[in-house]
C-alpha cells in the first residue's frame, strides 16, 4: 500500500471545506485593500532563491526541493515573495501598472523535519505591495495583517515589529555584532558560530537560550538606524498608533531572509509553543533592483495557514451548502429523479441524490448526515399523482408538491 510522502498531508473533503472558507475569508479582506490575486508557477530557477534569500539562508542550504534537469536546476518554490518579484520584472507590471498591490494563496515546499504546524508542503496566505516606500504603505499591511487575524477568529496575538534601516545601517548593525559578539563564541550553540562568520543578524533570531542569553547583553537599540529609517520607522509607529493596531518593538527582530530591509515584523500565538509565529514579513527595498528590475520600494508578509488553523480560538466552520436532497424510488423515479436534478442544478440549487441503493429509512439517514434542508421524495405514487413529497429536515414536517412547483417550492 502506498503511503503519503513524508511532512505531506491529505486535506479530507470536511476539512477542505474549512479551508475554502479561510481562503474566501483572505480574498474577501484583500478586495477590501484592493488587493489582486496573482498565481506564480509552483516551480522555479533555484537560482532566483539562492540570489533572493542569500546563499547562507537555512533554506537555500538545507531545505531547497531541488528537480535537475540536464544542465539546469529547478526547485519547488519554498517561498513566493521571490516568484512574485520575479513575475513583476519579466512582466513589466512597473511600467503597465506601476505601483501594484497583490496577494496570493497557495503551496510551499521546504525540506525540512516535520512537527506540529509546519510541513514539507504547507499552504501560505500572503501579499506583496511594490512601487513605493511610503510608510503609511507599512501601516496598511501590518493593518491588513492584523484585520485577517480577526477575521480568522484569532485572538491573543503579538504583533512585533522592527527597523533593520537600509542597507548601510545593516552593515553597520553586522559589525556591532561581530564586535560585541566576538568573546562570546563559545557560549553560543554550533549553528551561531558559523552564522557568526557568515551573517551574524541570524543569530538574533535563534532560539537557544544559550544564544539568547549572550546576546541579551549587547545592548541592542535602534543606534544603529541613519536619520531617514529612524524617521521613516517613527512614522510607522506613529500610523499604528493612530489606528489603534497594538505592537511591540523588538530590537532583536531581524527576520531569516537577505531581502529585508526596513520595517520588519512578526506576529506570534502563546498557544503555538516555542514555534509561535503565525506569519510574518517587512520591507525589501532592494530586491526589484537586485533581480534585474528598476529600483523599487517594497513590501509584504505571509500566513502559514496550517498555523493560522491551529491558533484559532473559534473554529471556522464551512458555509452551509443548503443541500436539498432526492430520494427516488424504484426504476421510473429514478429517471424522473435526473431530471429534476438537472433543473435544480441548472437554477443554482445545490442537491444530490441517492446511488447506493439504500432503503427509505437508509436514505433519509444519508441526507441527515449530509446535513441536508431538505428531502424530495418520489416514487410510483408520486409519479402517478404528478407529485413529490417534501420534507422539511430541521422541522420534520412533509407535504406533497406539484412536480412543476418543485423548483419555486425549494428556492
Not at 145 to 170: E, M, Q, V
Not at 318 to 345: C, F, H, M, W
Request: net charge positive; charged share 30%.
Amino acid at each position: 500500500m502506498f503511503k503519503k510522502v513524508s511532512g505531506t498531508r491529505d486535506i479530507l473533503p470536511e476539512e477542505a471545506a474549512i479551508w475554502q472558507r479561510l481562503e474566501e475569508i483572505s480574498r474577501k479582506t484583500f478586495s477590501q485593500y484592493n488587493f489582486q490575486e496573482i498565481r506564480p508557477p509552483l516551480i522555479e530557477e533555484a537560482a532566483l532563491f539562492n540570489r533572493s534569500l542569500g546563499e547562507s539562508t537555512e533554506i537555500v542550504q538545507k531545505q531547497m526541493f531541488l528537480i535537475k534537469n540536464k544542465d539546469e536546476t529547478y526547485c519547488l518554490r519554498p517561498e513566493a515573495t521571490a516568484s512574485i518579484v520575479r513575475a513583476y520584472i519579466e512582466n513589466n507590471l512597473h511600467k503597465t501598472n506601476g505601483f501594484v498591490k497583490l496577494y496570493y494563496i497557495g503551496p510551499m515546499f521546504r525540506l525540512e523535519r516535520p512537527q506540529k504546524g509546519r510541513l514539507r508542503q504547507f499552504q501560505h496566505i500572503g501579499c506583496e505591495a511594490i512601487g513605493s516606500s511610503d510608510p503609511a504603505l507599512d501601516v496598511e499591511i501590518i493593518s491588513l495583517a492584523d484585520n485577517l487575524l480577526r477575521n480568522f477568529s484569532i485572538a491573543d496575538y503579538r504583533i512585533k515589529i522592527n527597523s533593520l534601516g537600509c542597507s548601510a545601517d545593516k552593515k553597520k548593525l553586522v559589525d556591532s555584532l561581530r564586535k560585541g559578539l566576538k568573546t562570546k563564541l563559545e557560549k553560543l550553540c554550533p549553528e551561531c558560530v558559523n552564522r557568526f562568520k557568515v551573517n551574524p543578524l541570524r543569530i538574533l533570531d535563534c532560539k537557544n537560550d544559550a544564544c539568547k542569553e549572550a546576546i541579551s547583553g549587547l545592548g541592542i537599540s535602534d543606534s544603529h538606524l541613519c536619520a531617514d529609517c529612524k524617521g521613516h520607522f517613527n512614522k510607522v509607529k506613529t500610523g499604528l498608533d493612530a489606528l489603534k493596531i497594538n505592537y511591540e518593538v523588538n530590537p532583536f527582530l531581524v527576520r531569516g531572509l537577505d531581502y529585508y530591509t526596513g520595517t520588519v515584523f512578526e506576529i506570534a500565538q502563546k498557544d503555538l509553543g516555542s514555534q509561535d509565529a503565525i506569519g510574518a514579513g517587512g520591507r525589501y527595498n532592494n530586491l526589484v533592483k537586485e533581480l534585474g528590475g528598476e529600483e523599487a520600494g517594497a513590501i509584504g508578509f505571509a500566513f502559514g495557514v496550517e498555523r493560522v488553523l491551529l491558533a484559532q480560538s473559534e473554529k471556522i466552520k464551512p458555509q452551509d451548502k443548503n443541500l436539498v436532497y432526492l430520494i427516488s424510488l424504484g426504476e421510473p423515479a429514478k429517471l424522473e429523479g435526473l431530471k429534476i436534478l438537472a433543473t435544480l442544478r441548472k437554477n443554482g440549487v445545490p442537491c444530490d441524490t441517492n446511488y447506493e441503493d439504500k432503503s427509505l429509512k437508509g436514505s433519509l439517514r444519508k441526507a441527515n448526515d449530509l446535513n441536508s434542508r431538505l428531502v424530495l421524495i418520489i416514487g410510483d405514487n408520486e409519479i402517478e399523482k404528478g407529485v413529490i413529497t417534501l420534507k422539511d429536515m430541521a422541522s420534520g414536517k412533509q407535504k406533497e408538491v406539484k412536480t412543476k412547483d418543485i423548483l419555486r417550492e425549494v428556492k
